[in-house]
């Protein structure tokens, strides 16, 4: 069967719809999504109004929960004050925007997903706001995978789609309790991976392609789609409804925008 996995939309509708119709012409039996419905984009409503019509099983992301619980959480990756000025205006403007029956639905939202062997989250199994990234200690990676008791994990968040294979092998964990000796506790593990479907509405990898995963559960072959689609529609829309100007310039690039520079001294006192 080939299903489709997607995520961070961002408020997008016109990368969404052409995921759709790409998902559609891939002939994908089945479509999961791993949250972010919505920040930074001009059309959160029209968004979660697609994916609840469509009834997609979709997890809660960060911005999704932001969005019901408020802006409490710890993102200590905004890279400058800018940058998080930034993005408190979106998530004020998306607070405003978005129909209660809309925020409802982001509120019913479950933290992960599963479907056989497959695994469905936005961060990582542990947080909404953890970034998976291609370089992260192997043995952190898998332990990531096994926490989940499947052997492929979907994730986004990251904005940038890899897979990543994280080959059979040994592990050996020492255990140490105060009323017993040191214990080592050898294991092995099959074959695991991680893979990352980037983002549909704020791609991060150098284009302004929306990206999306279809997955064969049969061969677990995995095909890393890129689908273009009118941006430039999408970025009028960020300006005509007052978001900061800078989104619709890294919509068009594909890129992230930061002014590190600015404020390097900035820390988190949240």
Sequence with gaps: MKIAVMSCIHGNYEALDAVLLDSDRQKAEKIFCLGDLVGYGPSPNAVVEQIRSLDIPTCAGCWDEDIVEGLNACDCTYPSLLAEKRGKIAHEWTNNEIYSEHREFLRQLPHSLREGNLAFVHGSPHSNHEYLLPELDAY??????????????????????????????????????????????NFTTSLKRIIN??????????????????YDTENQEVNLREVPYDYQKTCAAIIEKGLPPVFAWRLAQGLEFAERADDPTHVCTR
Excluded: M, W
């Design 197 to 214: 479907v980037g983002s549909v509405g704020e791609p991060r990898h150098g284009r302004p392609n929306a990206t999306y995963v279809i």
């Design 140 to 185: 952190a990676a898998l332990e990531r995978v096994l926490s989940t008791e499947a052997d492929v994990l979907f994730c986004g968040h990251t904005h940038v789609p890899y897979v990543r294979n994280l080959d059979a092998g040994s592990l050996q964990v020492s255990v140490k309790a105060e009323t017993a000796e040191e214990q080592l506790l």
